[in-house]
């Protein structure tokens, strides 16, 4: 490995970065782009709001448990191989959920794309690394994080685009045509790799991950969903998870064969960097969760309106992403995340600014603020992961990176979710006392439950009914924003504590690096 640092790197390597974006924006924009779709896919199949979050958290679960396995797969058997199977599984899961008739049919298709999703992320990560050198690879990680942030945002532009014209299906169409375009691209331009001496497979480290990630996934899920943080149905699967990944933790430790080496984890490199890709997810997905439901719910934007919307948060990534890399170079990681996370918590104060009749550009504002310091995290803390997992097992490494980052999704959707629907519930009280007895518990957990139940009622024939819905409808914005307001608050305590994580752990400015090229 000393004779790394000079080492040219794959002729091709700038194709083969274009084909990883490519790919890395089908899986990304393939789950976003659900999100401007909620309101309609409610209205279309008629589904409860358990099964809507369930149409979302589908492809996170099974997404989360199979990262790592597919990242040792990737290893053992080829990247390339695996990013083809990916993406062919991801595109037949598109399609077979753009017909769905049912939500439970929906979810099945959805835990699908899940499957092929997870082939394919960690593995566009671990044929950057491979195909860079590391003079370059820091770069090349930076427009990699850029494009995850142009998905995270793009999806929604995307989906709310198609829904001005097409049917609710239709948004996960969208991707099929640019993975079949990623397959055509891996084909032509991807070098194979894998780990040359892999070893024996650890067959009961492998199923402890996937067991143990599902389960805390689910169990963030089940919890942030408001059925009680302290039912069976959620700490059963949670403490099962943790205890089962504390096991997972000891046997790799006394494997002579590990599917992944657990000492990384004393590296502060590694450990900390962890940790801040995981809150600046924490904070993203949480924080669009709630956005969506702002600018359809409380402002009345259309679809199309709210995908708009979010632009600034992919364009503040997708700038400052690439631009990362090299200010941490000359500034160092710690400076650099923790400055990102100084800007997240600042834009999530500014929500606060933020309630039924603010201007648009107060709100782009505030959201380019957070593209920005997400940006600023994102490419040092992947490259301080990535820069210490041995090449030969980068696609365990990337599988490490991604599951913090989903990991961290989930929490911010389930614990951000979670605040969000009590606040909204206690600010709304019995306001919702003027719907029919059936339909109260179910629109009290959210706007979007909230104005369809009240829609309705002002559809049916009781006048009186009628109008008592109507009125209801302004109290439970005003709700919503009230509740916003609070589970921003909490948003921005998370980059506050993730920035004083990568200031006491991360470590600063690498001052060997002249020592190992001279």
Not at 35 to 63: C, H, K, M, S
Not at 482 to 492: D, G, L, N, P
């Amino acid at each position: 490995m000393t004779a790394e640092p000079s080492s040219p790197g794959y002729p091709r390597r700038w194709w083969v970065l274009a084909t990883m974006t490519v790919c890395l924006l089908v899986v990304i924009t393939g789950n976003t782009i659900l999100n401007v779709a909620i309101p309609t896919v409610q209205r279309e199949l008629a589904a409860t709001q358990g099964e809507l979050q369930w149409a979302v958290d589908a492809y996170i679960l099974v997404f989360a448990g199979l990262l790592f396995t597919w990242g040792i797969v990737g290893d053992r058997i080829g990247r390339k191989r695996v990013l083809l199977i990916g993406l062919t599984v991801f595109a037949v899961g598109s399609v077979l959920a753009a017909f769905s008739d049912s939500a439970i049919e929906l979810i099945a298709w959805r835990a699908v794309m899940g499957v092929g999703g997870a082939a394919v992320q960690p593995t566009t990560l671990a044929v950057i690394t491979n195909v860079f050198p590391p003079r370059e690879r820091g770069r090349a990680i930076g427009v990699w994080a850029g494009t995850a942030g142009i998905g995270v945002a793009g999806g929604p532009l995307a989906g709310g685009a198609v829904l001005e014209h097409f049917w609710w299906g239709s948004v996960f169409l969208v991707g099929v045509p640019v993975a079949l375009l990623g397959i055509v691209a891996v084909l032509a331009f991807v070098p194979e790799s894998r780990d040359p001496s892999p070893g024996r497979l650890d067959i009961s480290g492998v199923l402890l991950s996937i067991l143990a990630l599902a389960g805390v996934v689910y169990g963030l899920i089940r919890g942030g969903s408001g059925v009680g943080w302290t039912t069976p149905g959620v700490l059963v699967p949670l403490i099962g998870g943790l205890l089962l990944l504390a096991l997972f933790v000891q046997l790799q430790r006394r494997s002579s064969h590990p599917a992944l080496d657990v000492s990384l984890f004393r590296n502060p490199a590694f450990s900390a960097a962890a940790a801040a890709l995981g809150l600046n997810f924490f904070a993203l997905l949480g924080a669009t969760f709630y956005l969506v439901f702002y600018l359809q719910g409380v402002r009345g934007y259309t679809p199309l309106q709210s995908g708009a919307a979010l632009i600034p948060v992919a364009v503040g990534m997708a700038v400052m992403a690439p631009r990362s890399s090299g200010l941490a170079e000359r500034f160092g990681a710690k400076a650099v995340c923790a400055g990102g996370f100084g800007l997240i918590a600042l834009s999530f104060l500014g929500i606060q600014l933020l309630d039924l009749t603010s201007p648009v550009w107060l709100l782009l504002v505030v959201l380019s603020v957070q593209g920005l310091g997400m940006g600023a995290v994102m490419a040092p803390a992947t490259e301080s992961i990535m820069s210490v997992v041995p090449r030969e097992k980068a696609g365990a490494g990337a599988a490490v990176n991604n599951s913090v980052r989903q990991v961290g999704g989930a929490l911010g959707v389930a614990i951000l979710g979670s605040v969000l629907a009590a606040s909204y519930s206690a600010n709304l009280g019995s306001a919702v006392d003027v719907l029919p007895a059936e339909v109260r518990a179910e629109a009290s957990q959210s706007i979007v439950a909230t104005l369809e139940a009240a829609r309705v009622a002002q559809d049916g024939g009781d006048a009186y009914a009628a109008q008592a819905a109507a009125d209801l409808v302004e109290p439970a914005r005003e709700a919503f924003v009230s509740a916003m307001h609070v589970t921003a608050v909490f948003t921005a305590l998370a980059a506050l504590i993730a920035a004083v994580v990568v200031l006491v752990w991360l470590p600063g400015r690498r001052r060997s690096v002249a020592l190992v090229t001279d």
